[in-house]
């Protein structure tokens, strides 16, 4: 089966200069009186060749002891869920404003509810989202082409946020059972559901995802807390729509991205069984997606979260560093280029976005050099870096890489707690009182990503 290619089509504006970096559409720029860094492309592709991972030695030496592995896929899942950039052309300029964002930048799931029951009946059996069953497996459903039917085809991408897919419809459908457990009428099912489904998978995002990545401290500086009924709303100093929430380039391309250097060259998926990722060609003992579940690639949740109830420690993500995994040099599809930090490089001059140094002057830091950033000395740079490497290279500096450092950590937390500060439609602004509890919670008030995969998977 072929991969989607997103981008085969062209997309308004690529082809044209960047205009006026004060309009927003679906993306715009969260820094827009900065001027774009653009030095050149030689210099961008002799830096790439630099963030190669060394092999290990010993193997944990780049694990991050504070991220269990799988948090690299569920921040991937968010990101499929907020927007839909498909692959641009590189090497020209883009604009930003002109790019079509076929995702809502909301928390709203719908690269799992699509458009509902009513819209895509197909996907839907009643009030629950439907899987298909083969080989003793729970699978996605799959159109006749071959493809998963899902809301997002990026959700198929690898093994791992296939299976993260498959999560969150079982959980939506448990769901439904505790609330048909509750008395609901069927026809009120679906949406109670939905609500329920859709307000923990924000608390997990906010109480557990974003701090990990950013700090704590970080979320607390962001996060006005409600008092009354009052909404909870965020302090933004950076990410300030004008009318309605827009996705910011220096998010999406740059600083968002610092999952890249998170991935782990392959994966232990249960006690006996692993898998590795890009190989050429998709076999059983590899994480290739585009295609139906294996068993060979069935993985155990407890060996990527802290499962409720599990003893097992879970394997680490890799640090949050400029050293990039082996495969991600050597990626199968999507190219030329074949290393996936060349094409973030280049897609950052594509896209016009400022350097790490004059983001960080805008923000109020006091920015890191490029020899502190360990960069060349060559009179291309004029003393800039490019804002991706800048992220990386600075959660490197300034915490060992275990979390994004102040630059990174602000941008990350002020668009993804600002977008649910300002969708009407989250517990932010509709109930801001309200807290997990159980049996979908372990407990009053606490609840992340291993309790959703708890909640799902049981029995």
Not at 199 to 219: E, K, S
Not at 334 to 342: D, F, T, V
Request: charged share 20%.
């Amino acid at each position: 089966m072929t991969p989607p290619q997103h981008g085969s089509f062209e997309q308004r504006g690529q082809n044209a200069p960047a205009g006026n970096r004060q309009v927003e559409g679906r993306f715009g720029f969260m820094f827009k009186d900065l001027d774009p860094f653009s030095p050149p492309d030689e210099l961008l592709r002799s830096l790439a060749a630099t963030m190669q991972q060394p092999a290990p030695n010993p193997v944990t030496q780049f694990d991050n002891p504070d991220t269990p592995a799988g948090y690299t896929f569920f921040g991937q899942f968010v990101d499929h869920d907020l927007t839909f950039d498909p692959v641009s052309q590189l090497g020209k300029e883009q604009d930003p404003k002109g790019l079509k964002n076929f995702r809502t930048p909301v928390y709203d799931l719908d690269s799992v509810y699509a458009g509902g029951p009513r819209v895509t009946p197909r996907l839907y059996d009643g009030a629950k989202l439907r899987l298909d069953h083969h080989d003793g497996l729970e699978d996605l459903p799959r159109k006749d082409d071959g493809a998963a039917d899902i809301g997002d085809p990026r959700n198929e991408e690898n093994a791992i946020i296939h299976q993260l897919q498959i999560a969150f419809i079982k959980f939506h459908n448990a769901v439904v059972d505790h609330v048909a457990a509750s008395g609901t009428p069927a026809g009120e099912l679906f949406a109670e559901a939905q609500q329920l489904a859709l307000r923990h998978y924000q608390w997990a995002v906010l109480t557990d995802f974003v701090p990990r990545i950013c700090g704590q401290d970080v979320v607390d500086s962001v996060l006005k807390k409600a008092t009354g009924n009052a909404p909870i709303r965020a302090d933004l100093r950076s990410y300030k729509p004008k009318k309605v929430p827009f996705m910011p380039v220096e998010f999406s391309v740059a600083a968002y991205r610092f999952g890249h250097s998170q991935i782990r060259p392959g994966y232990k998926l249960t006690d006996t069984t692993g898998g590795v990722f890009f190989q050429p060609e998709a076999s059983e003992t590899n994480l290739n997606g585009f295609r139906p579940l294996h068993p060979s690639r069935l993985l155990h949740w407890q060996h990527f979260f802290d499962i409720p109830g599990s003893t097992t420690v879970p394997q680490r993500s890799m640090r949050i560093d400029s050293k990039i995994s082996f495969p991600l040099f050597h990626l199968p599809f999507g190219g030329p280029p074949a290393s996936l930090a060349e094409r973030n490089l280049l897609r950052g001059k594509a896209l016009r976005l400022p350097s790490g140094q004059a983001v960080a002057r805008a923000m109020g830091f006091q920015p890191l050099s490029n020899a502190a950033l360990g960069m060349s000395d060559d009179q291309g740079w004029d003393g800039q870096a490019p804002l991706w490497f800048y992220v990386l290279k600075e959660a490197e500096l300034q915490h060992g890489g275990t979390r994004l450092g102040e630059v990174g950590a602000l941008i990350v937390a002020e668009t993804l707690v600002g977008l649910l500060a300002q969708n009407r439609d989250t517990f932010f602004r509709l109930d801001p009182g309200w807290k997990p509890v159980p049996p979908i919670a372990a407990s009053e008030g606490t609840f992340g990503v291993g309790d959703l995969l708890a909640f799902a998977t049981r029995s």
